[in-house]
Nanobody
Framework: QVQLVESGGGLVQAGGSLRLSCAAS????????MGWYRQAPGKQRELVAI???????NYADSVKGRFTISRDNAKNTVYLQMNSLKPEDTSVYYC?????????WGQGTQVTVSS
């Protein structure tokens, strides 16, 4: 089992920045890919960004050029730096850890962007 704890959400004005963190514990050896997803009220959960153990990244088109995902394997932590935030980025952001024996989710952290 992998446990994920997210932090860093909050309220920010449009154009501002936030940095989310997700710390993993437990069976971390089983993790290949870590990522961030988000879910707004009444909408399906969607991919924001993922990063493999080797550092390969993939982003949703809506956040390319504004968000950066990074990973510190020594600290078992993944980060999401969010710049130039827009009101449409308002969502609950969830951390995910994926591997052959793992598909774990964090509890979610609220990000609210005011116009």
């Amino acid at each position: 089992q992998v446990q994920l704890v997210e932090s860093g959400g909050g309220l920010v004005q449009a154009g501002g920045s936030l940095r989310l963190s997700c710390a993993a514990s437990g069976s971390i050896f089983s993790i290949n890919t870590m990522g961030w997803y988000r879910q707004a009220p009444g909408k399906q959960r969607e991919l924001v960004a993922i990063i493999t153990k080797g550092g390969t990244t993939n982003y949703a088109d809506s956040v390319k050029g504004r968000f950066t995902i990074s990973r510190d394997n020594a600290k078992n932590t993944v980060y999401l730096q969010m710049n130039s935030l827009k009101p449409e980025d308002t969502s609950v952001y969830y951390c995910n850890a994926l591997g052959p024996l793992t598909n774990s989710w964090g509890q979610g952290t609220q990000v609210t962007v005011s116009s």
